[in-house]
């Protein structure tokens, strides 16, 4: 699948639609998120079943703030709507790659309940 280019009025789409998404948040005028496309272009061709989606920070920064990027780039991995990674930095291929492995292997069953009991109320 290729990569896409999302925007405020895409993402949920393209991205909340998906069952497994990585995102790009980046800009022209990042260095290390030049040098990180193509290390995400490769694995977009090596997962062509996954959403690869990129958001230019610059033109949507609204849609990074809303996710609290502070720094770029930032990859964000979103399995069934659920944000199970987020980290600034540009990755090396293998990086990448052990990254999608370890994604594909979560049981999200677990990973909600892990979310819906962090969100509980505390029985303090």
Request: charged share 20%; glycine share 4%; hydrophobic share 50%.
């Amino acid at each position: 699948m290729a990569i896409v280019n999302v925007t405020k009025d895409t993402f949920e789409d393209a991205v909340m639609g998906a069952d497994f998404a990585l995102v790009d948040f980046w800009a022209a005028w990042c260095g290390p998120c030049r040098m990180f496309a193509p290390v995400f272009e490769k694995a977009s061709e090596a997962n062509p079943d996954l959403v690869f989606a990129k958001v230019d920070t610059e033109a949507e920064g609204e849609l990074a703030g809303s996710f609290g990027i502070s720094s770029i780039p930032t990859l964000m991995i979103i399995r069934d709507r659920v944000v199970v990674y987020a980290q600034p930095g540009a990755l090396p291929a293998s990086a990448l790659d052990d990254l999608i492995s370890q994604a594909r292997a979560l049981d999200m069953d677990e990973v909600r309940a892990q979310v819906a009991a962090q969100s509980a109320p505390s029985q303090a």
